[in-house]
């Protein structure tokens, strides 16, 4: 009687393929074709399933393309052939609920799988060979577990010691041994070190982050991170980029894990740290989300509030007076002008009910009076004086802050000391995975405690504030205002419907 012949289709993997080689899966292939023979079964035609560079971890970030592309083919019926090979077990997934659903596949398409490191075939119809398989799926998914717990724990204990991870950081170079490719130092690069401090003091002394990137590009000096991709177009230094640079802890010499400073670095600060703590507070005031005026076209545009919602407010355009007829008694195109608007939320009433748009002001009505009104308050002869205040009260929360987060690293720190008697590590994960929320949020309340800016500083020292002020940019302009004032817009009072002029009854400073 004729041997049937088996027909064998291929999955390959390999988690890590730096090179893109794609060596792994090739040693496979030729193992498995070598087991194949031996079995007297034919390779089928097709070319394999292959995930390269993929994990099977559910750490995993990226998808696997042909795991996915062998599922849909098992569940449409078009896999084709009678054995699915793998060369072990974890290639095919470190996932329990992937295997069940490969392994129950192939149970109703009644193909059997073969693992070419235990030398045997599996029948998923077999109970012995399902609970093995099973077996196996929970082991790898095991193993993949511990793995992950030590990587993590490996990453904290580095960061704990100021050691590096990851890719260089732009403004240094690292030292290795020539022979044992050990890391011996970090020291400063001879040319990004200095970029990144003249950016750090240029933002100090208040130019615009776009002005600092302009000006890096015309120098010719290359971006942090240069493109690799040939298509994808480099646009050199951006506003973004640079104030993404200067919120690096790592440039004042810190250790930064999970977004909280953790432990002096190993290398050395290019900015010293209390400069960088001065750093954050003039790039990310505690009422503001950004920082780059440049795009903007107005002057008051998203910094104006609706004295009703509180919402930002736009320009937008009104009518002006009524409609007009032409001489044949055709209407005329109406006027308009520009107006400060409350963008509000469209179709949703307000707190007093109204829906729609709460507040509207005339263009040019508005940024006179907040103009004049920034004025007066930049000319006081106290206004210098009371910038000190400010920043007495702001050093005292700050160093409440700083009480609350040394408290809950103290905390952790024992926690620490009591898992590592009690083998308990979950303990550990747990807590942390409580606190470092807080440490976080609190460390972000830190870096934006707000500061003076110091572009206004230096245009009060520099005196004649209404001659300086026409010569200023639009953007130099709206960040004046964003420092010092917040106005907000109200409704037109009953003794002021139907009158024209300026309405400095409707405007609040609300003064920062």
């Known amino acids: 009687m004729a041997v049937l012949t088996l027909t064998v289709r291929e999955y390959l993997r390999v988690s890590k393929d730096p090179r893109g080689t794609g060596k792994s899966p090739d040693q496979q292939h030729v193992e498995n074709v070598t087991s194949f023979e031996r079995q007297g079964w034919a390779l089928h035609p097709s070319a394999p399933y292959r995930d390269t560079d993929r994990s099977a971890s559910r750490y995993a970030k990226r998808q696997r393309e042909d795991f996915g592309r062998l599922i849909s083919d098992l569940e449409e019926n078009a896999f084709g052939a009678d054995v699915l090979a793998i060369w072990e077990s974890s290639r095919g997934s470190r996932r329990v609920g992937e295997w069940v659903d490969l392994i129950d596949l192939c149970k109703q398409r009644e193909v059997r799988i073969w693992v070419t490191t235990h030398g045997r075939l599996y029948d998923p119809a077999n109970a012995r060979d399902r609970r093995t398989l099973l077996e196996d799926a929970v082991d790898a998914e095991y193993e993949s577990d511990k793995t992950s717990e030590r990587i993590r724990r490996n990453v904290r204990a580095a960061a704990e010691a100021g050691r590096p991870h990851g890719k260089n950081l732009y403004g240094y170079q690292r030292v290795y041994d020539d022979k044992t ?183 040019e009505h508005l940024e006179e009076i ?21 920043g007495d009260a702001a050093t005292a929360a700050r160093d409440a802050l700083l009480a609350e987060i040394s408290g809950y690293q103290a905390y952790l720190d024992n926690v620490r000391e009591e898992a590592a008697a009690l083998l308990r590590f979950d303990i550990l994960l747990d807590q942390e995975a409580r606190i ?23 245009l009060v020292s520099a005196g004649a504030i209404r001659m300086e002020w026409h010569s200023l940019k639009l953007a130099e302009k709206r960040r004046t205002v964003r420092a010092v004032m917040a ?26």
């Open 370 to 390: 907040v103009t004049e009104l920034l004025f007066a308050r930049l000319e006081r002869p106290d206004f210098l004086a009371t910038i000190g205040d400010q």
């Open 487 to 512: 106005p907000r817009v109200n409704r037109i009072g009953k003794g002021w419907r139907g009158r024209k002029g300026l309405n400095f009854d409707r405007v609040e400073p609300g003064w920062r």
């Open 436 to 458: 470092e929320p807080k440490i976080k949020a609190a460390q972000t309340k830190l870096e934006k405690l707000s500061e003076m800016d110091p572009f206004v500083l230096a």
């Open 181 to 363: 490719r050990e890391l011996l130092r970090i020291d400063e690069h001879p040319e990004q070190a200095a970029v990144v401090r003249e950016a750090a003091r240029r933002v100090l002394s208040g130019e615009t982050f776009y002005a600092i990137a302009k000006d890096f590009n015309l120098r010719g000096i290359p971006p942090r991170r240069p493109t690799r991709v040939e298509h994808r177009k480099n646009h050199g230094w951006t506003p973004p980029a640079i104030k993404q640079m200067l919120t690096m802890p790592a440039y004042a010499g810190k250790r930064q894990h999970r977004g909280t400073i953790v432990s002096d670095a190993l290398w050395p600060a290019l900015i010293d740290y209390s400069t960088w703590e001065k750093l954050q507070s003039v790039m990310s005031p505690q009422d503001r989300k950004r920082t780059n005026d440049w795009p903007a076209k107005h002057l008051l545009s998203g910094i104006a509030l609706c004295g009703v919602c509180g919402a930002p407010m736009r320009v937008g355009k009104q009518n002006a007076g009524s409609k007009k007829l032409g001489s044949d008694g055709t209407p005329l195109p109406r006027e308009v002008y520009g107006a400060y608007v409350c963008s509000g939320v469209p179709g949703r009433p307000g707190p007093d009910g109204k829906r729609g748009f709460h507040v509207a002001m005339r263009q």
